[in-house]
């Protein structure tokens, strides 16, 4: 990796826990879909907790890092702070009173996946107008 993955200012850097239930699963949609609407980009997170160096050294370089969580245990806030980048714009969805629920089919309610895009907007300062 020879360059910063969100080198312009306004750009966001999106990590996401992408988790084995519904709100890590919740986290990953809504990274998705922020950059497909040109919010920020999303990046690799796996990357980043493989210590990976260009990896950690573009999350670092990223002047607007936003890290979606899916409940309190904090994985992706853990990995960040274990590779000493500073965790800047953080969402847990458990806190938007999103019900963690493991079940085998994963379905994701519409809803859910625009409260975690608008409480990731407002994290970093954005207008959440979905």
């Avoid at 990796?1 to 996401?16: G, H, Q, W």
């Avoid at 994985?75 to 800047?88: S, T």
Wanted: aromatic letters at 2%; glycine letters at 14%.
């Amino acid at each position: 990796m020879n360059a910063p993955c969100c080198s312009k200012d306004r750009e966001v850097m999106i990590l996401a826990c992408s988790g084995g239930s519904n709100v890590g699963q919740l986290t990953n949609q809504a990274a998705v879909e922020l950059t497909r609407e040109g919010f920020g980009k999303m990046f690799c997170l796996a990357g980043i907790g493989g210590g990976l160096g260009g990896f950690v050294k573009s999350a670092k370089e990223t002047p607007r890092v936003m890290v979606l969580d899916g409940c309190q245990v904090g994985c992706a806030k853990a990995i960040l702070e274990r590779e000493g980048i500073p965790l800047q714009h953080h969402v847990i969805v458990t806190d938007l009173g999103i019900e963690k629920v493991k079940d085998r089919q994963l379905a994701l309610n519409r809803e859910d996946v625009l409260t975690v895009m608008r409480a990731g907007k407002a994290s970093v300062g954005e207008g959440a107008g979905l």
